[in-house]
């Protein structure tokens, strides 16, 4: 089992900046894999950014050059650093995790809001 918190939302104006944080608890050992998805409403959960056991990362196009996800070594923690935000960034975001032996992404947090005025 995996346990994970988000916190950082908040409400910014567009051009600002936010720093998400994903605390992992339980058996992050088993974790191969992390990453941020948007729900905006009552729609489709998107990932946003995700990050491998080995670094490499991956971006929806939308937020390539603003928004940069990274992790600690252990995976205790991961981060999306989101600059240069948009109206269209606003949306409820999750982290997930992906572990050995289950589905993919089969932990999730709770989420936290992000609104961005214009």
């Known amino acids: 089992q995996v346990q994970l918190v988000e916190s950082g939302g908040g409400l910014v104006q567009a051009g600002g900046s936010l720093r998400l944080s994903c605390a992992a608890s339980?058996?992050?050992?088993?974790?191969?894999?992390m990453s941020w998805f948007r729900q905006v409403g009552g729609g489709d959960r998107d990932s946003v950014a995700a990050i491998s056991s080995g670094g490499t990362t991956n971006y929806v196009d939308s937020v390539k050059g603003r928004f940069t996800i990274t992790r600690d070594k252990s995976w205790n923690t991961l981060y999306l650093q989101m600059n240069d935000l948009r109206p269209e960034d606003t949306g409820v975001y999750y982290c997930a995790a992906a572990t050995v032996g289950g589905r993919a992404y089969d932990y999730w947090g709770q989420g936290t809001q992000v609104t961005v005025s214009s």
């Open positions: 339980g058996s992050i050992s088993s974790i191969y894999a």
